[in-house]
């Protein structure tokens, strides 16, 4: 991985069959309007592959299509893995298929973090490591099927999580000593506005809810952070580490919220 694959990494729908919308379950709640078993269909998808209500999802009550990233698993597995024939002209391969779907996935996402890492100065110590750890998934992930169902997501995950962790460390080296350290903490509707958090470890926290106006979350590390509902409205995020679109997607905004450069403001962020 010689360059900055995040664009690589993108879903890109309309070289995809629909992936998202057939592999995974998903029940009535606030994120779906309805209840849609794994490997059928959801009822909105039309027979170009396209969905019926893309133009206003929240609208009709799937929220959780609009943050969903497949971070461009949807065109691997598709045109890729399956050199261009979907699974409604090969429906004998539509089961493995949808089983391929969700590996191919979260190997993206592992490229998608590997390949922010690299663009850290302060991480160098790792680079080399990320970046071959890196070349074996994305070879992997253009692999046939069969080796990739037996790959062990969750060893590939520990080895470059640990990868990760170590950049991560060596980049918040760079905040004063007073980081902070919230790793998996349940700080759901907690009020942090204003908060100083440069630097600090918000790997896995529950920050559902939580007030963060104001705050200055520059070199924190959000990795895997849930911000659903998150007031974010005037936080800094410019530099935030491990940042998903998904994430910022998921949360509430403003025009004074400041984002990466690398990710896109949410649509539904008021101006």
């Avoid at 606030?30 to 909105?44: E, I, M, V």
């Avoid at 962790?165 to 980049?171: G, I």
């Avoid at 004063?176 to 942090?192: E, F, T």
């Avoid at 918000?202 to 924190?220: E, Y």
Wanted: glycine share 8%; charged share 25%; hydrophobic share 45%.
């Amino acid at each position: 991985m010689s360059e900055d694959a995040r664009p690589r990494l993108r879903a890109d729908c309309s070289r995809c069959f629909a992936l998202c919308c057939v592999a995974p379950a998903f029940a009535a709640s606030s994120d779906f309007a309805l209840t849609k078993p794994a490997g059928r269909p959801c009822p909105n998808l039309a027979a170009d592959f396209r969905c019926g209500i893309h133009a206003d999802l929240r609208g009709h009550g799937f929220p959780g299509c609009v943050v969903y990233d497949c971070f461009g698993a949807g065109q691997q597995v598709s045109q890729v893995v399956y050199a261009g024939r979907d699974w409604r002209a090969a429906p004998e391969n539509a089961p493995q298929m949808f089983a391929v779907f969700p590996i191919v996935r979260d190997l993206h996402e592992l490229l998608y973090y590997a390949a922010e890492a690299l663009t850290l100065a302060a991480a160098e110590p790792v680079h080399d490591e990320l970046r071959a750890a890196a070349d074996a998934i994305e070879r992997l992930t253009a692999a046939d099927a069969g080796t990739l169902l037996a790959v062990d997501v969750t060893a590939r995950r520990g080895e470059v999580n640990v990868l990760l962790s170590r950049a991560s460390e060596l980049v918040r080296a760079q905040v004063p000593s007073r980081r902070a350290d919230h790793r998996r903490a349940n700080l759901m509707g907690v009020r942090l506005a204003g908060r100083d958090l440069r630097g600090a470890n918000l790997r896995g926290a529950l920050l559902i809810g939580a007030d963060l106006r104001r705050a200055d979350l520059r070199l924190a590390d959000v990795t895997g952070a849930d911000l659903r509902g998150a007031d974010l409205g005037g936080a800094n995020l410019s530099d935030t580490l491990f940042l998903l679109q998904s994430q910022l997607t998921a949360a509430h905004g403003d025009a004074r919220t400041m984002v990466p450069a690398t990710l896109v403001r949410p649509a539904h962020w008021p101006a």
